[in-house]
């Protein structure tokens, strides 16, 4: 399977002098999105606008420019599954797609109030997850086939918990002492677990440095 890395980055433009009564300097901070091959680290693409940019209409062109990559490659759109970063994550997003296989977390926090994913929470968690360099164990909950966001785009949603320490987490929602993160995916329950899921996520870190150049 191709996979191919998909993120949002800010970017630090050239500081400009202001006003001398300002005395001193600002940065510009821009963002764009850009797409690589994720084993190879090959560059596929950067798309960018002013400030925060038009991050939908580049996704499209992005996906666009994956799908020249594909076919030059003579891979199938099936072969191919998009790892998405960023300002992501919610159903109208994920209905841009056109029929990728996706994997990306999830900001439709509503979607832990859906009565299947209620339901889910309260029997025990399909999996267990714990990465090498961190002390969090989650605790997963697989949920196939859920509305996500006013689209109601039907989604596979991972629920990944764990306990809340002192410092508040910064990522997920925190309820009644709990961390709910989510993870969207439509890659299929029988070949691809909960855990494999979170991991293929949180791999993240293998080729953001290359993103970030």
């Not at 009564?21 to 798309?47: C, D, K, M």
Request: aromatic share 10%.
């Amino acid at each position: 399977m191709t996979v191919v890395a998909i993120s949002r980055e800010a970017l630090l433009n050239q500081a400009f002098s202001l006003p001398p009564e300002w005395n001193g300097l600002r940065q510009v901070v821009r963002t764009r999105t850009v797409i690589s091959q994720a084993h190879s680290f090959q560059w596929l693409g950067s798309f960018g606008n002013r400030g925060n940019g038009r991050y939908r209409e580049e996704l499209r062109q992005g996906l666009a420019a994956i799908t020249r990559y594909l076919a030059a490659h003579q891979f199938p759109q099936a072969r191919a599954l998009l790892h998405i970063f960023g300002q992501y994550g919610t159903g109208a997003v994920l209905a841009d797609l056109a029929g990728f296989a996706f994997v990306t977390r999830g900001k439709e926090y509503t979607a832990l109030d859906h009565p299947l994913v209620q339901a889910r929470l309260h029997l025990p968690p399909d999996q267990f997850q714990q990465r090498p360099e961190s002390q969090i164990v989650r605790s997963l909950y697989d949920c196939p086939e859920i509305p996500v966001g006013p689209e109601g785009m039907l989604c596979r949603v991972v629920v990944a918990t764990h306990p809340a320490g002192k410092k508040k987490s910064p990522v997920g929602v925190t309820r009644a002492g709990i961390v709910y993160e989510l993870f969207f995916t439509n890659l299929p329950q029988r070949a691809f677990t909960a855990s494999d899921v979170v991991e293929l996520y949180l791999h993240r870190g293998a080729f953001e440095p290359v993103h970030a150049a």
